[in-house]
């Protein structure tokens, strides 16, 4: 059964989702449902040492457990040189560990039995001589002199990894020099998880008699995954097909690739038959990639009446063992650059240097495009900190320094143009909606009665949807998006895409997309998207970029069919091709609108009755490369309350007015919203994955590693303005992860808003009660 | 170990490893792979079934636990091609992103309802507090459980009669 949805022009229209029947029925296939004949399970051995020298592996009594096929160490991957492999950061991780383990719960060996049950007994059979190393665990220590080199393999025998700047230091520096105010702090955006529901895992299917490798993954980028795959085995790409099932959610969690679906394909390859690896929730927190991690410094030089002049940031950023950042390779702090946010900085510098420790390596983007959450975070919530020193409604700091509706195509000082924006409206409508003026007045009687209440405010920019091409790759393939549209004879649709969805709805907003271009009902398309050996090549889904640069090659390759179409038309119609006009349902004749065939006639001639010189069939492939990243942009608003006796605090109110361009469905754009609002939530309240001084982590499962439930979660409330892209042939400009990116510093700036009288600038996320209660206790408040 | 145990109003019997958690019996014996696995803790609700009409998380029940009783799971739901009120809801509300907590959502929905069939906003919010949603933010979810119990509430007053079916004022 289907709802029908038969909706011609679906374009901005709250289509229903075509992925949900089978979702909701069970039927969905995510990879743990793949069961094939005599697939056997894997297993893996984790360190429990942050860091220790290995000095012998004894797997006797695990190669002679019951059930148990295959036992591999890091040693048999040396034979076929894959202990190590490529990340996508251009550095080097294990696979399996050979001399030397660098964070606990690394990868030490591996079993592969007739059960899951059976393997996971085998493991503990095996037994590993561990030779204690001394452990660092802060960055800075590690860059101590005599801290100890974890990264012995390589040359560079030091923990620093690299050192990144962005902008212009000297004429930061001198309008430093010059400015009447300096407001400096530093903020900490602690090492987070996206640990989505569904762990990671594959099925690797290795079929003797046709040499092919068929490798199911729970994987946002299905293609990077195949030719990571050729890169690292040296497996002939063409006999390898990645297919993604539906994924239980991504977040940025399932773009790199893990070391044990190398040891799956590995097993696979030996054994001739399916392999299984799915991995436990305390191995997806506590080995899979790690995202944020970020030790930020900023300042900012001002006037006394509040315009802000230069921007300068300093931030360490902890790597852990592996440089594994999923970011594009020119870009090794990601987009971190857009630290200048909204506002009209005259100068600008920042720079990261990255570090290892003995901890997971990482970091991923979580529901980010590449380090905008961290710099988002900065900017608003210092931006609070210099309006608070000069005694400013944040709100009139932000008007008096927001990037003018004018000024786009707008280049920062760090070098980004951003497309669109109007940023005072789209503020001025989140004030307005909330009641601010109102909510002002509250607050001040109820300081005047003791009680805390607090206003948080971001108005945060965010940089989403890579390429261009010329500035941005990974693992050295250039960051476009595809799609390929085959209209079949009865003017059914089939489009496959680049991208992986993981609950975004591409089935829906892409089949939105082409029926719109094609003059066809939604009914009519069918997106399919995760096979690679059916869909065009492409970089994945993350970074908000599947509307920019997927959904914008859907657009245009349904108008290179189109093009066809039209010629096919004047056939029909048995007039000049110029004479043809599209009305968006149909070609007609110019000025005989009464004569006209739709692109269901069209269709069918296309197979039935070509006229001369022209290709059979009605299909096309697009391969976009934006000539630019889109700019999506918000404003936030945050209302607390403070419970003095706990140090708990309620979110009453949260407000988020997003902008991110046309919109294609307005119920799903909600619904992403309110799942990163979620998230942002969560980083802001819960979230942390802490390490003890041993590097042990202390936070390895969701009992300490807090996910928040439907009783934690606020309402949401949200609106919209509309600033389309000027270079997105839709005027699209991506959105699902603007609430991630833009609400944490709401939040944290509406307690520091509630902690004002106190005198309290800064707290670090996540904000337990206990921070909060300790510093009402520091200020006398018991009650 | 021997078990027989009824799933979805079909009898089954197997043998069993005694260590078989019930939500492996259910995904692998079965192949009912409705039931999804997210966490090792009993924190995410994700393999949440019926067991005897009550909502159990079923990666931490035994497989020869559930000898000599009903489960019902997810692929119970839909009764003769039509969608059960809960599943519609589900797809009509947006309560789904990527659809891998939605299974267990719709049982300990399902199983709220049984106790209480007009739940508050906050009874729905508390009822559901054991399952995790890494998507939607839960907003939706509880719109679409408040959207079914209407649905079944008309369901139930048509059959009892208290309500003209073909009326044009029900509900």
């Known amino acids: 059964m289907a709802l029908p949805q038969t909706e011609m022009r679906p374009m901005g229209k709250p289509i229903l989702r075509k992925e949900d029947p089978r979702l909701i029925r069970g039927k969905g296939r995510y990879v743990d449902d793949i069961l094939l004949p005599n697939m056997l399970h894997l297993c893996i051995l984790r360190s429990p040492y942050a860091h220790a020298r290995i000095r012998r592996i004894d797997t006797s009594k695990a190669e002679a457990a019951p059930g148990v096929k295959l036992v591999l160490t890091g040693e048999d991957l040396a034979k076929m040189n894959l202990a190590w492999m490529p990340t996508l950061a251009g550095d080097v991780q294990m696979v399996l560990a050979t001399d030397k383990v660098l964070f606990q719960y690394q990868e030490v060996a591996a079993v592969v039995a007739e059960t899951r049950a059976q393997a996971e007994d085998a493991i503990q059979l095996i037994e590993v001589d561990y030779e204690p190393l001394p452990v660092v665990v802060d960055p800075f220590k590690a860059l101590e002199p005599e801290a100890p080199i974890l990264r012995e393999d390589k040359e560079k025998k030091s923990n620093h990894i690299w050192h990144w700047e962005a902008g212009d230091r000297e004429e930061t520096e001198a309008i430093f020099r010059e400015a009447p105010i300096v407001v400096k702090q530093d903020v900490r955006f602690q090492r987070v998880h996206p640990s989505p529901l569904e762990p990671c895992g594959c099925v690797a299917d290795y079929n003797t008699a046709t040499g092919k490798l068929v490798f199911y993954v729970t994987s946002q980028a299905p293609h990077v995954h195949r030719t990571a795959i050729a890169l690292t085995t040296g497996f002939p790409e063409h006999m390898i097909q990645v297919i993604s099932p539906d994924v239980g959610g991504g977040f940025g969690n399932k773009v790199p690739v893990y070391p044990g679906y190398v040891v799956a394909i590995v097993a696979s390859l030996k054994l001739g038959v399916p392999v299984k690896w799915i991995e436990t929730r305390t191995e997806n927190i506590a080995s899979t990639h790690f995202a944020r991690d970020y030790y930020m410094t900023a300042e900012i030089a001002a006037t006394e009446d509040g315009k802000m002049l230069a921007l300068r940031v300093k931030t360490i950023a902890d790597h852990g063992a592996f440089d594994a950042t999923a970011n594009p390779t020119k870009y090794p702090a990601g987009l971190y650059s857009i630290v200048t946010g909204s506002y009209d900085f005259k100068a600008a510098f920042v720079e990261v240097d990255g570090i290892h420790t003995n901890k997971p390596p990482g970091g991923v983007a979580y529901r980010c495009s590449f380090r905008v959450t961290e710099a988002s975070y900065l900017i608003e919530r210092v931006v609070d900190i210099v309006a608070r020193r000069l005694n400013m409604d944040p709100v009139e700091l932000r008007l008096r320094n927001f990037i003018r509706k004018e000024q786009f195509p707008y280049r920062s000082p760090t070098g980004w143009v951003y497309d669109s924006g109007d940023y005072e409206k789209t503020l001025k409508l989140a004030l307005e909606r909330i009641g601010y003026e109102e909510l002002r007045k509250e607050q001040a009687e109820k300081r005047a009665r003791g009680e805390l209440m607090g206003i948080g405010i971001s108005t945060f920019t965010e940089i989403v949807g890579a390429g261009p091409s010329h500035s941005f790759d990974i693992l050295g393939i250039k960051m476009f998006d595809s799609a390929e549209i085959r209209v079949h004879p009865m003017g059914k649709v089939i489009a496959r895409l680049g991208v992986r969805h993981q609950g975004q709805g591409h089935e829906t907003t892409f089949a939105q997309i082409i029926a719109e271009e094609l003059g066809l009902s939604i009914d009519d398309v069918v997106v399919e998207e995760g096979d690679t050996d059916t869909a065009p090549y492409g970089l994945g889904t993350y970074a908000s970029r599947s509307t920019p640069t997927a959904g914008a090659a859907a657009a245009l390759c349904a108008r290179r069919i189109r093009d066809k179409a039209r010629k096919i038309a004047a056939h029909l119609l048995e007039v000049n091709e110029d004479d043809v006009v599209w009305d968006g349902a149909a070609f007609s004749v110019k000025g005989l609108p009464g004569r006209s065939v739709t692109m269901k006639d069209v269709a069918f001639a296309a197979y039935t009755n070509v006229p001369d010189g022209i290709e059979p069939g009605l299909e096309a492939t697009y391969y976009y490369n934006p000539p630019n990243l889109t700019f999506p942009y918000g404003a936030y608003i945050a209302v607390v309350d403070i419970d003095k006796g706990t140090g708990a605090v309620k979110v009453r109110r949260f407000l988020a007015v997003d902008d991110c361009g046309n919109v294609i469905n307005p119920m799903i754009v909600e619904g992403q919203v309110h799942g990163g609002l979620t998230e942002g939530f969560a980083i802001a309240f819960m979230q942390d994955i802490p390490y003890d001084a041993d590097g042990n982590c202390l936070a390895p499962n969701w009992m300490d590693y807090l996910v928040p439930t439907s009783l934690d979660t606020p309402r949401w409330e949200t609106d919209r303005t509309v600033t389309p892209s000027p270079h997105h042939p839709i005027g699209a400009k991506g959105v699902g992860e603007s609430p991630n990116v833009g609400s944490p510093a709401a939040f944290v700036n509406a307690v520091l808003d509630a902690l004002a009288p106190f005198g309290v600038e800064h707290i670090d996320m996540p904000i337990y009660p206990w921070k909060v209660w300790k510093i009402l206790r520091e200020h006398g408040i018991t009650e | ?171």
């Open chain 2, 1 to 171: 170990m021997k078990i027989r145990v009824k799933v979805n109003g079909k009898p089954y019997e197997a043998d069993v490893e005694p260590r078989t958690l019930l939500a492996y019996f259910l995904r692998e014996t079965l192949k009912l792979t409705g039931t999804h696995i997210g966490c090792d803790t009993t924190t995410c609700g994700a393999c949440t079934v019926l067991l005897d009409g009550k909502a159990v998380k079923s990666c931490t029940i035994l497989a020869v636990q559930a000898d000599g009783r009903e489960v019902m799971t997810v692929e119970g739901l839909e009764k003769d091609g039509q969608l059960h009120p809960l599943q519609a809801a589900f797809w009509e509300e947006h309560a789904l992103h990527c659809g891998y907590c939605t299974p267990g959502m719709l049982m300990a929905s399902y199983a709220l309802l049984q106790e209480n069939p007009m739940p508050t906003e906050e009874e729905i919010r508390f009822g559901l507090s054991g399952n995790v949603c890494r998507c939607t933010g839960y907003m939706n979810i509880v719109k679409a459980v408040q959207s079914a119990a209407r649905k079944l509430s008309v369901e139930s007053r048509e059959a009892v009669g208290e309500v003209a079916t073909s009326g044009t004022a029900a509900d």
